[in-house]
């Protein structure tokens, strides 16, 4: 199966807004729930029974987490994109390097997934289910969803292709092996009939 060599690029281009808008999102969410506030607390010796006690607010985990990701995952994006085409002509298909640069790529691109899918998990289940009352925690969700499915998409090309079975001219997403063309050509060349 053939695969356009423009698909492995553009999934990590959409992958890259989308960390940019993640990171966004949690950094909203994050300096809104920071802080110090006063609110009423009881209080019998108090002439209106109620006084304010400052309470601090500090980031939700999930939340720190989820801005680490969406950086992560913008320095994964450009990494991806960029190191494969400044290594195209050392890491052709068949060399120790591309083996090493494919095999780095299926990795980072699982790590990725999993940090998404643990973050979209933990806050869904932190709402519990039902969503929030800000629509801010709402489209994390949704992006980090997206973000996960993106990731998927990258690792499923990048074992298709380790494995042979889909074929992809993108630098990292190629097949391990030589080409069969390339091989024949390149022993065509070599041989030398001597009279």
């Not at 994050?30 to 019998?44: H, L």
């Not at 680490?68 to 002509?89: G, H, Q």
């Not at 001219?169 to 030589?178: E, I, L, V, Y």
Request: with cysteine.
């Amino acid at each position: 199966m053939r695969l356009p060599a423009i698909i492995p690029p553009a999934l990590l281009g959409v992958a890259f807004v989308f960390a940019v808008i993640e990171l966004g999102l949690g950094g909203h969410i994050a300096s809104v729930s920071t802080g110090s506030r006063k609110i009423p607390v009881y209080d019998s010796s108090s002439s209106w029974g109620y006084s304010y006690k400052t309470i601090k607010f500090s980031v939700p985990g999930i939340v720190a987490f989820q801005i680490f990701t969406a950086v992560w995952t913008m320095l994964v994006s450009v990494a991806a994109f960029l190191l494969p085409w400044f290594l195209r002509v050392k890491a052709a298909p068949g060399t120790r390097l591309h083996t090493i640069i494919t095999g780095a790529l299926g990795g980072v691109y699982f790590m990725t997934m999993v940090f998404w899918l643990a973050c979209f998990a933990d806050i869904a289940a932190k709402l519990g289910g039902l969503g929030a009352s800000s629509d801010y925690y709402n489209a994390v969700i949704a992006f980090a969803v997206l973000s996960w499915l993106l990731f998927v998409a990258l690792f499923v090309i990048v074992v298709l292709a380790v494995l042979g079975i889909l074929e992809c001219d993108a630098p990292g997403f190629a097949g391990m092996r030589k080409r069969q063309g390339a091989a024949t050509e390149g022993t065509q060349m070599q041989t030398v009939e001597v009279p």
